[in-house]
């Protein structure tokens, strides 16, 4: 199971990113209900169904060359699903006020849940399983991080974020919620 | 609501009878079925619902098909004919894009809703008649059994064509409608009147579904007349026994076949005559109006009566309670099972099967009765039919998003409608496959646009989900209208994510053009920047522009080297295909793949992205890889084949690197004066020194501006480069574009000579400092603005070297809003050499000189330029000790001994005018002559050593000055190791020994020519002033030997200046203990008493000489200042020359020449920081005074600790220096015979009390302690003193007193002469009156290890 982080500033210029394989295991428990479901389960039967038997698709991997769409770990490809869900993104920030967005797109087999701060930044996570507390909880950690980067005088909205602590914070939260 | 899609329309086969078939083809008309379909649809027909009300149709669309074509279809297995649709497609597609494309970009309209391709997807997709065994919209309604009058015998025709059973699988169907055509043709051998009687007796027959049609067909066929194109359909198989049936219908050569992609931009065309066409126009129509529709109206009324019944409470909670139960959805429910439709062919058993089960049994009435009503428009009736379906899980779902008015129930309609189809995961058959794509299409056509595109509905997201996961092109080119439907929805990133997706797919099945314009699409999308709704303040305080940001890094090029690599698939392919001379095609292809492949590389600007990888978690990718050299291997090849193919194209194609290999503000236009170390500062001080010197002199002329290029000179430019790629790359031919200033445009190529390098190699991300040189050869103002280079040796390349101007803060404005200056581009100024004095060194054999060595090298001043030269001076560093001139070392004086006056000051040497006379003797240099000017460089750091010396010229004496650099750098090597120690004598004659101790360091012998000694207050002998043992021992040291030789320093009493020096400098301190600025005095001279020793004096060297002098006082200069330096650390080194002296009284300075025979060097070493005689802390008041004066507090600890510090120094020079004055020696014969038959005996003992003071008179009282007569060790006795014990008395300065006492000795033996005590009293000489003189104690006690030792033999003993 691996999740993509991206930390996208107010325009959009992405400042940081991280790839994170999780230990935990993929809720394996493949139902028979949740093994009918199509890979391109993006339809809202699909979710629920997946929310009811509690399973992720079962037809994340691919093996050899095959670049199915999205299904690769293709970075550009993950890249582009993330830039992709930005357009239901700032859709639903112009309706709704919330901070947490909880699964605003999916794109085959990801689904995209979002954190708008309160500046405008936008954290945009790629998961494929459902984690819903986990996942908010880890974004509330990766904000709390990000403010005390901007603490830093010299940095900026566009400042890519580098510093190697923030990076082994934000990995040591993912290893602990996602 | 949208008119419903034309798959959801009636199908109606027709029956031809054979004779009809060939009236058709000699008219040269296409067969009915296609003639008959040219009037669909059909405008303004009013239908009925169920309960009465009409439905008013704007257009009633029809399909008709061969009969037997459609019962030979039906044969097929459904999968392949599904793998065959979906080949079709593809192929039909992939024939046509080339040209939609084509179109499409001359139009230039991106954003239409209809593209060919959708269009083409759509119409093959709809197109298909053959009916399903999932769902009824195929099967036919109606047959139309058409016959000829022209045939032998219509009647019995008719009758063969309504008694041949429907040859239809038994799932199909067989509710149909009969109806009889008879056409009447005008040529046919019936009249009229028989015609009429024919077509009664069918009536009479057959029913009145029946109609005679008129036709007039005349012989030479009319002109054509256009007509709506056909749907494309699928070509019948190519089966080997299906050609028996098609051969003898006629059909499968007929012209104008539908779905042959022949001549697909050919339109449809009828050859009928106008009255022909309003028959059978009017026959379509009644058809439709009389007995279609009403046919079909009854059977929704009757099917409705059913259906009603079982909607009823009992049933619908019977059946729900079958649901709850779970009971299997196949078993018949007993009211509604409805023994399908009307049964004309009786005896079938009926099965009530989900719509979704393919199974042998026609489609359930209640489905028909739901299509029928959608047919009819009875959209009431439909709806609830189909929610019923629905909800026994038959289906319904994909109708209704088309019936219902938008809501979000629709996206959830339409996802159960999919997954019903392929509920299966990965691998979707071919004929799910197709049924998606209806699926989508119906939804696509049938529900309006506006709609389908609205928040709520998504539309554009049905089409994902049906495209699914299938690699085949129809879905491909779902996934396409789907980017197009978001673009239109500005969903722009989703749009191109699916374009993207849509070209990969489209890539697989090998439709090259078509993946292009996808990927294009794509890179267009990304391209445009979503507005932001921020405010323009956020980007004020960013302090960048809007447009700036950038995005993902990954997706551009994710996008466009596929897009490059299908080019490279294409060019490649178009290289095969120009071999084969097959196909030509033009290719601007490769261009745009070069173009595509240049604009990957465009350099790092890569942010951190970073991943976890746990346990097993780890097989993802190990880093970030730049594909920089995949991307430029590619580029490599694509442009190496298109030179090698279109040489003249790509010569001329406009190439533009997308990133810069040259750092602007880096580089730097050097000159040949600051070649060697233009950065170093030290010419800056050189400058300062001359400024400083010549104001001090009254002259007020300044600096000229330097010039800094002239003509005929090379000067260079210092290209920064940098490698922005991740991969090696190679420049050749680097050289600068150069441009004459003044005139604009032209190059000033023509007299500016610039250097070009051939090949620079620069790897992965280096950077690189790249000199060219450049000449010109008349004067003017170049500006250096391009550097131009063959990147990769491949194309040319140009960038411009302007840098950015500084940031104005000028206005207001200019602080709001970032406002640079222009653009500063390198100007180089290239005057004629007017005045120009080139220095140079020459006679310089080698850059190694030995430490102290006197090298002796020529600078050869030439003058350059077109003016005079007057005069020039030569300015060095302080620490550089340098002769100008011609040396004069020797002695003018016959006396080897002298006395030196010197001014004893620390100032550092003034700048020295040069000799500057050309060769005739006349002052001056004009225009092209030259001078040579002796020099001498004596240095004894060792290492790596830099000159650089700044020669200061002028044109006359009121003309400003020039100046010209001049550097040498060269390294010293180690000589000798020299030491002297002095102690205090033994011989009365001198107070001190002196031992000088020489190592030589080097492999050569070293002669050593004279010793010098220098000092104010000591003077050196040898022994009874015999030098020759001294010599001697000194003559030559051999490689790495050592030598040592004595000699001894006595008093020089003539000598002056030694209080002055001192006061000099207790008083300067003084100040600055106590803070206060120190007085602009040097210190007085003094006179230095100089001893020579040499080996043969009439070569000997004088101090006196100026040369030597000279150097002697510059290297005690350079000693004197950095020992000062080290010691005082907080006085700044330009105030030494005002508070201490070049010579401390007491110092004494040794100097030893040398020559080095086998290498002709000669030299001098000099050894210094040697003093004699004893001090009396002469600063002792001072410190004193300032220890006990009024304590300034600072509040900084800093100060306090630092002015602690000063004090400490002061304490610890060497001008403070105190110790005991008085050293004892002892004097007494060695061995001393008595015969102590005699009785005892009594020894004389003297010693020698001396005074080392210079300036004291010390008082002393000296006690004897001996009388003891214990033995102290077993070798010795302790004196047994007798007479006079104590003794007291003062000594002058620098004399010497002798004490005599005698021994007692009353046995033999060794006694030893210690056991004494010596006190000492010296007076300080006070200079403040009213201060009382300050006494210092000295106790001084013999030292056990002193072994001065008296022998008392007994003759007789011995």
Not at chain 2, 189 to 200: K, R, T
Not at chain 2, 278 to 298: A, D, G, N, Y
Not at chain 2, 585 to 602: C, N, Q
Request: proline content about 7%.
């Amino acid at each position: 199971m691996s999740h993509h982080l991206f930390l996208l500033s107010p325009s959009d210029t992405p400042l940081y990113s991280l790839t994170h394989y999780s230990t935990k295991p993929a809720p394996s428990v493949t139902s028979p209900l949740a093994s009918n479901l199509p890979t391109w389960s993006t339809s809202a039967f699909a979710g629920t169904l997946t929310a009811l038997s509690g399973a992720s698709s079962a037809t994340q991997h691919t093996t050899g060359g095959a670049v199915r769409m999205g299904g690769g770990q293709d970075r550009h490809v993950i890249q582009m699903i993330a830039n992709a869900s930005l357009d239901v993104i700032e859709d639903i920030m112009r309706k709704e006020n919330t901070m947490y967005l909880k699964s605003v797109d999916k794109f085959n087999e990801w689904t995209v849940s979002a954190f708008i701060t309160a500046g405008n930044m936008k954290f945009i996570l790629l998961h494929e399983g459902k984690n819903d507390d986990g996942i908010r909880a880890f974004f509330v950690d990766v904000w709390e991080l990000y403010v005390k980067t901007m603490l830093n005088p010299f940095h900026t909205a566009h400042t890519p974020i580098r510093s190697a602590v923030f990076d082994g914070r934000v990995r040591a939260s993912a290893k602990k919620y996602l | 609501m949208a008119p419903l899609p034309s798959s959801l329309s009636p199908h109606i086969c027709i029956l031809l009878s054979p004779d009809l078939s060939e009236l058709l083809e000699s008219s040269s008309l296409p067969p009915l079925p296609h003639i008959l379909q040219s009037f669909s649809p059909l405008p303004q027909v009013t239908t009925r619902t169920t309960s009465l009300a009409s439905v008013p149709h704007t257009s009633f669309a029809l399909r008709f098909s061969d009969l037997s074509e459609i019962e030979h279809a039906c044969q097929e297995d459904e999968e392949q004919r599904a793998v065959r649709t979906i080949d079709w497609i593809s192929a039909r597609i992939n024939k046509r894009c080339v040209k939609w494309i084509q179109d499409l970009e001359k139009v230039g309209e991106k954003d239409a809703l209809r593209t060919p391709w959708w269009d083409e997807l759509r119409r093959c997709a709809e197109g298909d008649h053959i009916p399903s065994r999932t769902e009824g919209w195929n099967h036919p309604i109606a047959v139309i059994l058409a016959v000829s009058t022209a045939a032998p015998n219509p009647l019995q025709a008719i009758t063969a064509l309504h008694a041949r059973p429907l040859q239809f699988p038994s799932w199909v169907d067989s509710n149909v409608m009969r109806y009889t055509l008879i056409i009447h043709p005008q040529h046919s051998s019936l009249s009229d009147e028989e015609a009429a009687a024919l077509f009664n007796a069918v009536k009479k027959q057959f029913g009145l579904h029946s109609y005679l049609l008129n036709l007039r067909l005349p012989t030479p066929p009319p002109p054509p007349v256009p007509v709506p194109a056909l749907l494309p359909r699928l070509p019948s198989p190519p089966m080997p026994e299906s050609s028996t049936m098609n051969g003898s219908d006629g059909l499968s050569n007929t012209p104008n076949r539908p779905g042959t992609p022949t001549s697909p931009n050919v339109l449809n065309t009828v050859r009928m005559e106008e009255g022909d066409i309003q028959q059978t126009s009017r026959f379509t129509r009644e058809f439709v109006v009389m007995s279609l529709i009403p046919w079909m109206e009854k059977c929704v009324l009757d099917w409705n009566e059913n259906f009603s019944s079982t909607r009823r409470l009992p049933s619908r909670l019977f059946s729900s309670t079958r649901r709850l139960f779970g009971s299997p959805a196949s078993s018949p429910a007993p009211t509604h099972n409805s023994s399908s439709s009307v049964s004309s062919l009786p005896g079938r058993p009926m099965q009530t099967t989900g719509g979704n089960v393919s199974g042998p049994s026609p489609p359930s009435q209640q489905r028909r009765l739901a299509e029928f009503a959608t047919i009819l428009g009875d959209l009431k009736l439909a709806v609830s039919v189909w929610e019923a379906l629905r909800k026994e899980g038959k289906g319904g779902s994909d109708i209704l998003p088309l019936l219902l008015t938008p809501s979000p129930a629709l996206q959830l309609h339409a996802s159960a409608a999919l997954m019903n189809i392929n509920p299966l995961a990965s691998d979707i058959l071919p004929h799910a496959q197709l049924r998606l794509l209806l699926c989508a299409v119906r939804w696509e056509a049938g529900i309006s646009s506006r709609d389908f595109l609205s928040s709520v509905m998504e539309g554009d997201r049905w089409l994902v989900w049906a495209a699914g996961n299938a690699e085949e092109a129809p879905s491909a080119l779902l996934l396409a209208q789907a980017a197009l439907l978001s673009s239109r929805r500005h969903a722009r990133r989703r749009a191109a994510l699916w374009y993207v997706s849509a070209a990969n797919r489209l890539e697989k099945c090998g439709i090259k053009p078509l993946t292009m314009y996808f990927l294009r699409r794509a890179q267009d999308l990304y391209k445009v920047r979503p507005p932001k709704s921020l405010s323009p303040s956020f980007w004020e305080s960013e302090g960048k522009s809007p447009q700036d940001t950038e995005g993902f890094d990954g997706i551009t090029s994710g996008i466009e080297h596929p897009l490059g690599k299908s080019f490279k698939i294409l060019s490649l392919m178009i290289l095969n295909m120009a071999y084969a001379g097959r196909l030509l095609y033009t290719t601007g292809d490769i261009e745009e793949a070069v173009h595509l492949f240049l604009s990957l590389l465009r350099g790092s600007s890569r942010i951190l992205f970073s991943q976890t990888e746990e346990g097993a978690g780890g097989d993802g990718e190990t880093g970030i890889q730049s594909n920089d050299k995949v991307f430029l291997d590619d580029f490599r090849v694509a442009l190496g084949h298109f030179q090698a193919t279109e040489p003249e194209k790509a010569s001329v194609s406009n190439l533009k690197l997308p990133f810069k290999f040259c750092l602007q503000h880096q580089t730097r236009v050097r000159f040949s004066d600051d070649n060697i170390d233009a950065q170093s500062d030290e010419w800056s001080v050189r400058e300062q020194t001359w400024k400083t010197f010549w104001k001090s002199r009254g002259g007020t002329e300044t600096f000229a501006k330097s010039v800094k290029a002239s003509t005929g000179e090379l000067f260079w430019v210092d290209m920064a480069l940098r490698n922005p790629l991740d991969t090696e790359v190679n420049l050749a031919n680097v050289t600068l574009v150069v441009q004459e200033s003044n005139a604009t445009d032209s190059s000033a190529e023509t007299f500016v000579e610039v250097e070009v390098i051939q090949d620079v190699v620069l790897a992965a991300y280096e950077s690189r400092i790249i000199p060219i040189s450049l000449t010109a050869t008349h004067a003017g103002v170049i500006t250096i603005t391009h550097v131009k280079y063959d990147f990769l040796s491949l194309f040319h390349s140009t960038e411009l070297l302007a840098a950015r101007g500084h940031r104005l803060h000028d206005t207001a404005a200019q602080r709001q809003k970032p406002t640079y200056a222009p653009d500063v581009l390198m100007k180089v100024e290239i005057n004629e050499a007017k005045h120009k004095l080139q220095a140079q060194f020459i006679d310089v054999r080698s850059s190694i000189i030995v430490e102290g060595e006197d090298k002796r090298m020529k600078l050869w001043l030439s003058n350059a330029g077109s003016l005079y030269v007057q005069e020039a001076w030569i300015v060095a560093g302080p620490e550089v000790e340098l002769w100008v001139g011609t040396e004069d070392w020797e002695s003018r004086s016959s006396s080897t001994n002298s006395v030196l006056s010197s001014s004893n000051s620390l100032v550092p040497p003034e700048p020295f005018r040069l000799p500057v006379t050309n060769d005739v003797g006349t002052p001056g240099l004009n225009s092209g002559e030259s001078t040579e000017v002796p020099l001498v460089l004596h240095d004894d750091r060792i290492g790596e050593q830099q000159l650089r010396l700044l020669v200061v010229y002028r044109e006359n004496n009121t003309a400003p000055f020039y100046c010209a650099r001049l550097s040498l750098g060269y390294e010293v090597h180690p000589l000798l190791s020299i030491s002297l120690t002095a102690e205090p004598s033994q011989l009365m004659e001198y107070p001190y020994t002196l031992e000088l101790g020489l190592v030589n360091l080097s492999s050569a012998a070293v002669e050593l020519k004279q010793i010098v000694t220098l000092s104010p207050l000591w003077k050196c002998t040898a022994a009874q002033n015999d030098w020759s043992v001294v010599i001697h021992t000194l003559h030559s040291i051999s490689g790495l030997q050592s030598s040592r030789t004595v000699f001894f320093a006595s008093r020089w009493f003539e000598g002056s200046g030694y209080t002055e020096t001192v006061d000099f400098v207790s008083e300067k301190l003084s100040s600055i203990l106590h803070g206060k600025e120190i007085t602009q005095t040097y210190p007085p001279p003094i006179n230095l008493y100089c001893s020579s020793i040499t080996q043969d004096s009439s070569v000997s060297k004088s101090v006196t000489a100026p040369t030597t002098h000279y150097f002697l006082h510059n290297g005690r200069r350079k000693f004197v200042s950095a020992t000062t330096a080290r010691i005082q650390p907080y006085i700044p080194a330009a105030s030494y020359p005002l508070i201490f002296p070049l010579y401390t009284p007491a110092s004494l300075d040794a100097t030893i020449f040398w020559d080095i025979p086998s290498q002709q060097r000669s030299g001098h070493t000099n050894i210094f920081g040697l003093t004699l005689g004893a001090g009396h802390a002469a600063l002792d008041s001072i410190i004193e005074n300032a220890e006990s004066a009024k304590v300034k507090r600072s509040m900084y600890a800093e100060t306090r600790r630092e002015n602690m510090e000063v004090l400490e120094a002061i304490r610890g020079s060497e001008w403070n220096k105190e110790m005991d004055p008085i050293v004892v020696s002892s004097h007494q014969p060695d061995e001393t015979l008595h015969d102590f038959s005699t009785g005892s005996c009594q020894v004389p003992v003297s010693f020698t009390l001396r005074n080392y003071s210079v300036t004291r008179t010390v008082q002393f009282t000296m006690k004897l302690k001996g009388g003891s007569s214990s033995v102290r060790n077993r070798n010795s006795i302790s004196p047994p003193y007798s007479g006079r014990l104590t003794f007291r008395g003062s000594i002058p300065p620098s004399e010497s007193i002798a004490i005599e006492s005698k021994l007692w000795i009353t046995r033999p033996g060794t006694y030893t002469l210690g056991e004494w005590l010596l006190e000492t009293e010296v007076e300080d000489d006070s200079r403040i009156a009213s201060v009382p003189p300050k006494r210092r104690r000295y106790l001084q006690e013999s030292r056990p290890t002193d072994n001065a030792s008296i022998i008392v033999c007994d003759p007789r003993i011995s």
